[in-house]
């Protein structure tokens, strides 16, 4: 069964500096209906204008991972992480029993465009912690690549959750086949383009809820960049 929600569908904030789509309730966006799906809990798909950015405020026991889709994003951190993230580029944060950081648009004249997302973790009051890699287009091209998982198999970053993340880039003729484990749900976000899901065609921003499904099949995509989650 598959159910599909239309990027217009989800919440909106616009601050300005800030122009945010929450796949799921967020700050003053609640949505009974959209609270989480398993341990997925949050995907705002942000946009920040030259200069914004968000100040430092902590979190604590949730899973973090930032995936930039245009531009530079930078990150500080109250463990010494300082960085500046570009497309490719995946983060994780582990905010365990507490941490503070900032974000902010790396560039005076530029938007960066990132997705925020956020994991349930399955274990609470774990030391917090950073980790960072860069997964080129190569990797992603015509398959799905695992960039996030609970043991950071085949190069990923380890998350402390019970979800594995995917991402894959499909265009033209290019078909990918994913085969889901027993039991496991699937949450699908199209982050830009389009792409046929099982025969659906989802547009940016879509996204479709995937229940008793044990096959996958992404086709016909036109410049598409699709993020899948596999959730136990």
Request: aromatic share 8%; net charge negative; with cysteine.
């Amino acid at each position: 069964m598959m159910e599909v929600r239309r990027a217009r569908e989800r919440g909106h904030a616009d601050h300005g500096w800030l122009n945010s789509w929450h796949s799921f309730s967020f700050a003053d966006y609640h949505d009974p209906e959209h609270i989480q799906f398993r341990a997925l809990r949050v995907i705002n798909d942000d946009t920040v204008e030259p200069g914004g950015g968000f100040g430092t405020h902590s979190h604590r026991d949730m899973e973090i991972v930032s995936y930039v889709l245009e531009g530079a994003l930078a990150h500080r951190d109250n463990m010494g992480n300082g960085s500046v993230i570009h497309p490719g580029s995946v983060q994780r944060m582990s905010a365990g029993t507490g941490v503070q950081h900032s974000e902010f648009n790396a560039s005076s004249s530029e938007q960066v465009h990132f997705l925020q997302i956020w994991f349930l973790p399955n274990k609470t009051g774990i030391p917090p912690g950073y980790e960072e890699k860069y997964f080129d287009d190569a990797v992603k091209r015509g398959r799905l690549c695992l960039i996030a998982s609970p043991d950071g198999a085949d190069g990923s970053v380890k998350i402390h959750a019970d979800a594995k993340m995917l991402a894959g880039l499909v265009d033209g003729g290019e078909r990918v086949e994913h085969r889901v484990g027993d039991g496991h749900l699937i949450y699908v976000h199209v982050a830009r383009g389009s792409v046929s899901l099982n025969g659906m065609l989802l547009q940016a921003g879509d996204g479709a809820k995937l229940t008793g499904e044990n096959h996958l099949i992404l086709d016909q995509g036109r410049k598409a960049e699709v993020l899948v989650f596999e959730l136990e």
